[in-house]
């Protein structure tokens, strides 16, 4: 069974930083595309950004130069490292595995196939 735990949302201030974290079970990370998607109350799930199993990252235009992805294949752990983050980065982050071995970036939530539980994620001004 494969399952994807979120780990390190809270609160934070505006301009400060938060890490998540999500581990994998059941499978390896090293063939897949991890994603990161976010969901604010009543709005639809958004693409945040990904790294895929050659390195490369994608990021939505609204994160760019401030959330880096990472991810460490030996801890089959992916990581979100956000920086100068503003009130409305406040949502529900939810990290997302596909396995893909192609050159393609994923963006949408339904290429994914297994889902973490999400973490809150809340920006105070």
């Known amino acids: 069974q494969v399952q994807l735990v979120e780990s390190g949302g809270g609160l934070a201030q505006a301009g400060g930083s938060l890490r998540l974290s999500c581990t994998v079970s059941?499978?390896?990370?090293?063939?897949?595309?991890m994603g990161w998607f976010r969901q604010a109350p009543g709005k639809e799930r958004e693409f945040v950004g990904c790294i895929k199993w050659n390195g490369n990252t994608a990021y939505a235009d609204s994160v760019k130069g401030r959330f880096t992805i990472s991810r460490d294949n030996a801890k089959n752990t992916a990581y979100l490292q956000m920086n100068s983050l503003k009130p409305e980065d406040t949502a529900v982050y939810y990290c997302?595995?596909?396995?893909?071995?192609?050159?393609?970036?994923?963006?949408?939530?339904?290429?994914?196939?297994?889902w973490g539980q999400g973490t809150q994620v809340t920006v105070s001004s």
């Open positions: 059941g499978r390896t990370i090293s063939t897949n595309t």
């Open positions: 997302a595995a596909r396995y893909d071995m192609t050159t393609a970036v994923a963006v949408r939530a339904s290429e994914y196939e297994y």
